[in-house]
């Protein structure tokens, strides 16, 4: 359930967006189709509208002939809903003609209505015609001068537009809802045959870990494949990671285990002595411990270990409160400006390992003050990894350009005459390379040496 629970929710959001915007462009158009209908029934009631007033304007023509131009039969059948309407208004009794088709009747005036006029000057509206039937009515008001001031009006059956525009809705909704079945049929399609090559790289991840498989192998789509590029290129980077870490496990082990060896002959000389066979007891516990983690080690080189994720921040003002303890006799300052945000892509000793050495270089060359920045450079690519730079400055002499290329030389030390451990920067340079990662030495704006960490974030 849990491995289609994506399936589901791709084709339900799918679903959901078919059916709204079939709906919204289902609107759209009928909407559209009904504006072009009434207008073109408007331009229809428009040549009859002028085809009257024209007949009004030439009132010298005998009356049998006035009128005679529409062309429409309706005008003449009683209640057809078709009428014409011309009513004199400069008159205290105002003057009326209209079709046959009104009979008795009159047709509402669309000025007494509050009905405004358009730019065309005239008035158009739906009204109730004589008999409750919708009628499409225009109505302009027309001043001939001296032969007077008329009202001419012409109506048509509205059902001709309702009639047009439902049929048009029955077509749409049809031809849509058909649409939709292929559309959905689609989707499912794709939901089903798209999310395939997910399925195999799970599957093969399962495989990796539990150790059937080494890599992702196999031709995905070309979508899929920087998946399974990078999820090869993270195998990789854990396998280097835990090797190096079993290397340095394995080195540290065999390198107290021969000075073991001397102590355990050694007290095993004088068993009769109550504290050589102390030692002995203690040195037995001690080989003990390494063949352990010696076998540890082992096991984990042969896992593979997903990556973790640090909070450069925290681990970071660990390591600069331990710092200012031990450079507290020389009242080094440390200062630490982080982006809370920003996080390592690796393990927490590693970074600590990295920025410890630099920041404690710093401090032996340091006149009075270390500063320490963190920074996240988000990618200028969708999709690219983010960057983080961390900054360790000092105020000390600095260090010549002709040297800072050697200085991170294996067997290379920036403070050869400066007590400590002896490392140099290679370690530093060996495990930002690992993760992928840089390092490269400068001028400090406070006066001293500069080395800017680059590592991968999250």
Request: hydrophobic share 45%; glycine share 8%.
């Amino acid at each position: 359930m849990r491995r289609n629970s994506l399936a589901t929710r791709l084709f339900l959001s799918a679903t959901s967006w078919v059916v709204v915007i079939l709906v919204i462009t289902g609107f759209v158009l009928s909407s559209v189709y009904r504006d072009a209908t009434e207008r073109a029934f408007d331009r229809r009631l428009n040549l009859y509208l002028r085809t009257l007033i024209a007949e009004v304007a030439t009132p010298e023509e005998p009356p049998d002939h006035q009128f005679q131009s529409l062309g429409e039969p309706l005008f003449e059948l009683p209640l057809s809903g078709w009428y014409w309407q011309i009513t004199r208004t400069d008159s205290d009794k105002p003057e009326v003609r209209a079709s046959r088709s009104l009979w008795d009747k009159k047709l509402p005036k669309l000025e007494d209505r509050g009905t405004e006029l358009t730019a065309a000057g005239i008035r158009v509206a739906y009204v109730d015609g004589p008999e409750g039937e919708s009628l499409r009515m225009v109505e302009r008001p027309v001043d001939l001068g001296a032969d007077g001031k008329f009202l001419v009006s012409v109506a048509g059956d509205a059902s001709e537009i309702f009639d047009e525009t439902r049929s048009f809705d029955y077509y749409l909704g049809g031809t849509f809802a058909a649409l939709g079945i292929v559309l959905l049929l689609t989707t499912i399609f794709q939901v089903r045959f798209g999310l395939a090559p997910l399925k195999r790289i799970s599957e093969s991840i399962a495989d990796i870990r539990s150790g059937r498989a080494e890599r992702l192998e196999g031709v995905f789509p070309v979508e899929i494949a920087p998946l399974a590029r990078e999820t090869n290129a993270l195998i990789d980077a854990n396998r280097e990671i835990v090797e190096r870490a079993r290397t340095h496990v394995g080195n540290l082990a065999h390198a107290i285990k021969t000075p073991l060896s001397v102590i355990f002959n050694e007290a095993s000389a004088h068993r009769t002595d109550p504290f050589a066979n102390k030692v002995l007891e203690q040195a037995e516990l001690m080989r003990d411990q390494v063949t352990h983690h010696l076998e540890r080690a082992r096991i984990a080189a042969r896992v593979t270990i997903v990556g973790t994720v640090t909070e450069v921040a925290p681990a970071i003002e660990a390591l600069r409160r331990t710092m200012e303890k031990i450079h507290r006799d020389r009242g080094i300052a440390i200062g630490l400006k982080a982006d809370a945000s920003a996080r390592f892509r690796g393990e927490r000793q590693d970074l600590e390992e990295m920025v410890g050495n630099l920041v404690d270089n710093a401090c032996k060359w340091a006149s009075s003050r270390v500063f320490i920045e963190v920074l996240v450079e988000r990618p200028a690519k969708p999709g690219a990894t983010p960057m983080l730079r961390i900054i360790v400055d000092d105020d000390g002499r600095g260090l010549p350009a002709a040297e800072r290329a050697q200085a991170s030389r294996r067997g290379q030390r920036l403070d050869e005459s400066k007590p400590g451990s002896g490392l140099g920067l290679s370690i530093v340079v060996d495990l930002a390379g690992l993760y992928g990662g840089s390092l490269a030495l400068a001028d400090a704006p406070i006066g001293g040496l500069r080395a800017e960490l680059l590592l991968p974030g999250v």
